[in-house]
C-alpha cells in the first residue's frame, strides 16, 4: 500500500497513521510482522498509535531523542555514546503508553546506531533486524536510479505514475525470481 505525496519530502505522522488505517481495513494491523523505519519516522503520536494496536516495529533513533532518566530526560548518545564498533547495549525505558526497548552500537564509520523497539529482544537481535531495513533502501535505488530509472520519466501524472510503479514492481519481482538461484556477491 502506498499513498502519493502532494509535496517533497517524507510523510508527516498524520499521514503514517492514515496509511496505517487503510492498511487495517484491508488486511488488519496483526498481520504485520515488523514495520521498519529510519530517523524520521518518528514522535510520541507516531509510536503510541503502534504501541497501542500492538504493531512491531524496528525504528532507529535520533542520538538527541530524549529518554526518561529518574525524573529528568537525557539525550539518548548519553546512554550509548561510550560504545565502540561491535559492542551493543540494550535500555528497557517506559515510554509511548508501552515498554520499549533501545538497542545501540557503533558502526565501523564511528556513527551511533540507536534502534527502538516494541519487542523484547536481545541488542544483537534488534540491530540485526534493523540491518534488513537496508534491502528497503536498495530496492527504491533500484527502481528510481540504478536500474529501472523510474525518476528519468518525469512523470507527472498520478494515475500514470501509479501504473508504472505497478509494472516496474511486476518487473522487479520477475528479476529477482530469475536471479533466485544464482549466488550474487
Same mark, same amino acid.
Given at each position: 500500500m502506498?499513498?502519493?505525496?502532494?509535496?517533497?519530502g517524507n510523510s508527516n505522522t498524520a499521514e503514517r497513521i492514515d496509511l496505517l488505517h487503510k492498511f487495517d481495513k484491508v488486511f488488519?494491523?496483526?498481520?504485520?510482522? /515488523?514495520?521498519?523505519?529510519?530517523?524520521?519516522?518518528?514522535?510520541? $503520536?507516531?509510536? /503510541?498509535? +503502534?504501541? $497501542?494496536?500492538?504493531? !512491531?516495529?524496528?525504528?532507529?533513533i535520533k542520538e538527541n531523542t530524549l529518554l526518561p532518566w529518574g525524573k529528568e530526560t537525557i !539525550? &539518548? $548518545?548519553? +546512554?550509548?555514546?561510550? +560504545?565502540? !564498533?561491535?559492542? &551493543?547495549? +540494550?535500555?528497557?525505558?517506559?515510554?509511548?503508553? /508501552?515498554?520499549?526497548?533501545?538497542a545501540g552500537t557503533r558502526s565501523k564509520a564511528g556513527d551511533l546506531v540507536i534502534v527502538m523497539t516494541n519487542q523484547k529482544l536481545k541488542a544483537e537481535k534488534i540491530l540485526s533486524r534493523?540491518?534488513?531495513?537496508?534491502?528497503?533502501?536498495?530496492?527504491?535505488?533500484?527502481?528510481?536510479? /540504478?536500474?529501472?530509472?523510474?525518476?528519468?520519466?518525469?512523470m507527472t501524472k498520478s494515475e500514470r505514475l501509479v501504473t508504472l510503479l505497478?509494472?516496474?514492481?511486476? &518487473?522487479?519481482?520477475? &528479476?529477482?525470481?530469475?536471479?533466485?538461484g544464482d549466488k550474487i556477491p
Open positions: 502506498f499513498v502519493e505525496l502532494d509535496k517533497a488488519g494491523f496483526h498481520r504485520i510482522r /515488523s514495520l521498519m523505519a529510519d530517523r524520521e519516522f518518528i514522535g510520541e $503520536k507516531w509510536f /503510541s498509535m +503502534l504501541n $497501542k494496536h500492538k504493531i !512491531p516495529y524496528t525504528i532507529r !539525550p &539518548a $548518545k548519553n +546512554l550509548f555514546g561510550h +560504545l565502540i !564498533p561491535k559492542q &551493543a547495549r +540494550l535500555v528497557e525505558k517506559q515510554m509511548y503508553g /508501552s515498554t520499549v526497548y533501545f534493523y540491518r534488513n531495513r537496508w534491502s528497503i533502501e536498495e530496492l527504491f535505488r533500484k527502481l528510481k536510479t /540504478s536500474g529501472f530509472h523510474w525518476e528519468n520519466t518525469h505497478m509494472i516496474l514492481s511486476f &518487473a522487479l519481482f520477475i &528479476a529477482f525470481l530469475m536471479e533466485q
